[in-house]
């Protein structure tokens, strides 16, 4: 494999024409994606080859599904190992793994149970009905009276409950009716927390660091202060550790940043380690109990293939170190992001290895970046039409970091001092 990184690739002003794949994806899929014109073929630790053998830098990880990398050994071989063996038998039966990962979720968390799914919005789920159902049965809220508390530039998935709470406009537009019971606070508020609390509330869902919505970092203190809040009103604070978990931010789970335990925690994608869609909502003995055989189920979790997927993803991010590497890398992109200066940048900011550039909104879209990037051999992707989004996998080295942030100074650059371009 050619280790060198790309130097001088053409900049941005002709993309790659349409390619066949992407004309018979046009052609054929419901158009629920804008996806950028690359055709990825081939994939190894950071990197990506498209059709054309032209090499990238993954600077998004599939939004921190592939924390570990791509086609990480260990991971694929666990995978094929356990493909051979034994895949799907359904929860009407034991298989051997998924004791283990369950075990390993309540030991990682520090929480006592897990319910594993397979995608994040699945888990999210889980969650909301576990949290409903311990208002009603443990907390004593009225039937049907459970309310929950979400925050503004949320994103927890895309089932109809779930976009239901979204503030973002084109999420719910035209999906309705949605199911009643969520109420919406300013993220990183705590006294807005603090004055929503009512007798129905029975959870608080939380991002510890908004993703979708733009890595968006809240005030220090803030999940520390909600975590006292809701255990003086008896409310379960549950993250949304989907994307923050699992190393991204430099700690294991985010909340640890604070020294938060929460009553719940909802893992998933890099949890199937790049691999496989793997997911698990994990709480406290007082949350989980109020699940009994028949209430909630999934054929697929917890089936043992996946449960090997993510024992191993689990054991390789900390064998490998992974965690701490996303602290240190993370800070290093982090600085060497910030002595990138335009007229374009209103603010870098993140926390590990999970870092966002805000643009200026009235001089360009962040597309504009991230289409510039590509074309200079770097995968990233813009959240909220303003931020571009940089989350590599955790195994990324300093010298491609270095590499990358100086195509990024390079992009900022030839845009000057900006343009507002038809997408
Ligand atoms: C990606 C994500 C989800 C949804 O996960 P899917 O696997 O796409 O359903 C939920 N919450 C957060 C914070 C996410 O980043």
Request: proline share 6%; hydrophobic share 40%.
């Amino acid at each position: 494999m050619d280790t060198r990184l790309p130097s001088g690739n053409a900049p941005a002003r002709c993309l790659p024409s349409l390619s066949p794949a992407i004309a018979r994806e046009r052609r054929y899929g419901a158009r629920n994606y804008d996806t950028l014109p690359v055709v990825l073929k081939h994939g190894d630790g950071c990197w990506l080859w498209d059709e054309h053998g032209r090499r990238y830098l993954d600077m998004m990880s599939a939004y921190s599904a592939v924390s570990h990398g791509h086609a990480h050994p260990r991971i694929v071989g666990a995978l094929v190992e356990q493909a051979q063996r034994l895949a799907v038998t359904s929860r009407a039966f034991h298989n051997e793994l998924l004791p283990a990962f369950l075990q390993r979720l309540a030991e990682v968390t520090g929480l006592d149970r897990a319910l594993p799914g397979n995608g994040g919005a699945e888990s999210v789920e889980t969650a909301l009905k576990a949290a409903r159902k311990w208002g009603h049965r443990i907390k004593g809220i009225p039937a049907d009276r459970a309310e929950i508390i979400v925050c503004a530039g949320n994103f927890h998935g895309r089932s109809i409950a779930i976009v239901g709470f979204s503030s973002e406009p084109q999420y719910r537009d035209g999906f309705g009716p949605f199911p009643p019971g969520f109420r919406q606070i300013p993220f990183g508020d705590a006294d807005a927390l603090a004055r929503a609390i009512g007798p129905n509330t029975a959870a608080f869902l939380v991002e510890p660091i908004q993703g979708e919505g733009g890595i968006v970092v809240p005030p220090a203190g803030y999940l520390a202060q909600c975590a006292r809040l809701c255990r003086e009103h008896n409310v379960l604070l549950i993250c949304d550790e989907i994307q923050t978990g699992m190393g991204r931010t430099g700690r294991f789970l985010a909340c640890e940043h604070e020294n938060v335990r929460p009553d719940g925690v909802i893992l998933g994608k890099a949890l199937g380690g790049g691999l496989l869609p793997v997911s698990a909502f994990v709480a406290t003995d007082d949350v989980m109990q109020v699940f009994t055989p028949g209430d909630h189920g999934s054929t697929f979790g917890g089936n043992p293939l996946a449960a090997a997927v993510a024992l191993a993803s689990l054991d390789v991010l900390f064998d490998e170190r992974m965690i701490e590497r996303s602290a240190e890398q993370g800070a290093h992109l982090l600085a060497r992001l910030s002595t990138v200066k335009s007229p374009l940048i209103r603010e870098v900011r993140g926390r590990g290895l999970f870092v966002g550039i805000e643009v200026e909104r009235e001089r360009l879209a962040a597309r504009d970046v991230v289409d510039r990037l590509l074309a200079r051999g770097i995968l990233s992707k813009d959240t909220h039409g303003t931020v571009v989004r940089f989350a590599p996998p955790l195994v990324i080295e300093r010298d491609a970091i270095d590499w990358a942030v100086e195509e990024v100074r390079a992009v900022f650059a030839e845009l000057g001092g900006g343009l507002r371009c038809a997408a």
